[in-house]
């Protein structure tokens, strides 16, 4: 890949053809249209598009054209709205805010947000299959199908919602904490990563400097969120903050203090810029959204 | 095929043989214990694994294994259990008992009971793609994906369950039931049918008399389920019955009468029966299926 002068430019570009390809997701003819709506309600209620980018990103990385990954980046996304539809529940975290708009839920009722996550996760994988039906790579495809399963499913971000959810009111060590947040949210984080790198058909070498890349970024973007929780309030967060307190939910900072936590932050985004080096290939892309991940305000 | 002389038999073995794949799906070593014990606990709540039967039975018929094809009857399987898990929730039918037992979150609690129905939705995919990059056969099992997908999702039984819950109360017409009852049962056991055919290289034509069969499949099953609730009691359903009269749910025996839902079932039956003789292979197991499936007592 040539060195691109402009990646912020280049990620607003990426970023407006994402919005485009999920806002034509929702007009399927043989759904009820109720159900439409909630999936199209959650999934425009924004949200910075990090997982879709992260996949185009690391294709283009590797020489691979971003937009010819737009299903597979949608289903990253859809996984991840599904997911936020899901914690948001009574039973779970019980959250009426979601971007600064009434949460799934309190929009449709319960019923209907279960359901509608239940959909957008079921489309994440009908994309994933069609993409690879359509472009002829049926064994790429059925890899980043398995990418997906993996990271979004018991090993992955519903296996660390278990372990969120049994740890809350508990005493948790850094160690049991990292491992939460490993699974919860690094898990799709990185698979967006693999995802973009395996359809870009990478080496073992290039997929091990991604990983180490995408594993930090994980842990820092899960700090950076804990960290605006703890400072941040509703209305600049959009969902309803400091409400890890008050479930007595274990945090990074909450364990090290603010400070250690930001210096953690800081040294894991130091140590994913550093991992790309071994891709030997130039990643301003890459480095572009671990910056926008890991220092923002909201 | 040569003509299977006990099908009853053979299809115990198979039965069998998905049993023992499914017990062994709940070891893995990354996910919380707790959680895989509640997937456990639902899947393995008996159920007449019908799905992957019909999956095996299909391919069988084209003269492909069924045994071969243990991972994709298991996730026809686990997203069955998925639904079952999510609909007994209590924004949805609110069920406390499924097949005798304790419904998953009555058993395990709520937040519990929809990650679990999440974990094995997921699940469901990651069996199909290993199996398709285990086999070497990524476009057949990329298909058997789009399958699956599309019959479990909101132009399916997702749907279907939408449908059903804004029907609640409501005046439906037949048409409107058939509808439901196509898209909330019938969509997965037309796909159960379709993947094993799909697997074993079925023609155009061969899945067009398979499609047939399932589909008057679907809706026999349906009115027979109905029935069953209708007269049955909890004991001997192991679900509460009579939920749906309760609740005003429009089912086709209460809108046409026993009798006539009877003679409707019978009827399909034949149907689907004679939608075989297409096939121009003998078709035991698919008949002797389709027998357990309508004239059931439980």
Same mark, same amino acid.
């Given at each position: 890949?040539?060195?691109?002068?402009? /990646?912020?430019?280049?990620?607003?570009?990426?970023?407006h053809?994402?919005?485009?390809?999920?806002?034509?997701?929702?007009?399927?003819?043989?759904?009820?249209?109720?159900? !439409?709506?909630?999936?199209?309600?959650?999934?425009?209620?924004?949200?910075?598009?990090? %997982? /879709?980018?992260?996949?185009?990103?690391?294709?283009?990385?590797?020489?691979?054209?971003?937009?010819?990954?737009?299903?597979?980046?949608a289903?990253?996304?859809?996984?991840?709205?599904?997911?936020?539809?899901?914690?948001?529940?009574?039973?779970?975290?019980?959250?009426?805010?979601r %971007?600064?708009? /009434?949460?799934?839920?309190?929009?449709?009722?319960?019923?209907?947000?279960?359901?509608?996550?239940?959909?957008?996760?079921?489309?994440?994988?009908?994309?994933?299959?069609?993409?690879?039906?359509?472009?002829?790579?049926?064994? !790429?495809?059925? !890899?980043?199908?398995?990418?997906l399963?993996?990271?979004?499913?018991?090993?992955?971000m519903?296996?660390?919602?278990?372990?969120?959810?049994?740890?809350?009111?508990?005493?948790?060590?850094l160690?049991?904490?990292?491992?939460?947040?490993?699974?919860?949210?690094?898990?799709?984080?990185?698979?967006a990563? %693999?995802?973009?790198?395996?359809?870009?058909?990478?080496?073992?070498? !290039?997929l091990?400097?991604?990983?180490?890349?995408?594993?930090?970024?994980?842990?820092?973007?899960?700090?950076?969120?804990?960290?605006?929780?703890?400072?941040?309030?509703?209305?600049?967060?959009g969902k309803?903050?400091?409400?890890?307190?008050? %479930?007595?939910?274990?945090?990074?900072?909450?364990?090290?203090?603010?400070?250690?936590?930001?210096r953690?932050?800081?040294?894991?985004?130091?140590?994913?810029?550093?991992?790309?080096?071994?891709?030997?290939?130039?990643?301003?892309?890459?480095?572009?959204?671990?910056?926008?991940?890991?220092?923002?305000?909201?």
């Amino acid at each position: 890949m040539k060195k691109i002068s402009d /990646p912020g430019a280049y990620l607003e570009r990426q970023r407006h053809a994402v919005e485009k390809f999920l806002a034509g997701l929702f007009d399927a003819g043989g759904a009820p249209s109720s159900l !439409q709506e909630a999936m199209r309600y959650s999934v425009n209620a924004g949200g910075k598009r990090m %997982r /879709p980018l992260l996949v185009m990103a690391a294709a283009e990385t590797l020489g691979h054209p971003g937009e010819k990954l737009l299903p597979v980046a949608a289903a990253l996304e859809l996984v991840h709205t599904y997911s936020l539809i899901h914690d948001d529940l009574p039973a779970m975290d019980d959250s009426d805010l979601r %971007r600064g708009k /009434p949460s799934c839920h309190r929009a449709y009722g319960e019923a209907m947000a279960i359901l509608a996550g239940d959909a957008l996760l079921t489309l994440a994988f009908e994309l994933v299959a069609g993409y690879g039906l359509q472009e002829g790579r049926p064994a !790429q495809a059925l !890899q980043i199908a398995l990418e997906l399963a993996r990271a979004a499913g018991r090993e992955g971000m519903v296996g660390g919602q278990v372990l969120d959810l049994e740890a809350e009111g508990k005493a948790v060590d850094l160690e049991g904490l990292e491992k939460i947040d490993r699974l919860k949210t690094g898990a799709l984080l990185q698979a967006a990563v %693999r995802c973009g790198a395996i359809a870009a058909g990478a080496s073992k070498e !290039q997929l091990k400097a991604l990983d180490g890349y995408a594993s930090r970024l994980g842990l820092a973007f899960q700090i950076t969120d804990d960290l605006l929780d703890l400072e941040g309030d509703t209305a600049e967060m959009g969902k309803e903050t400091g409400a890890d307190r008050v %479930r007595g939910k274990a945090t990074l900072p909450a364990l090290l203090g603010t400070e250690a936590a930001r210096r953690r932050a800081g040294e894991l985004y130091c140590e994913a810029l550093a991992s790309l080096e071994a891709l030997e290939k130039p990643a301003e892309l890459l480095r572009e959204l671990a910056r926008r991940l890991v220092f923002r305000t909201k």
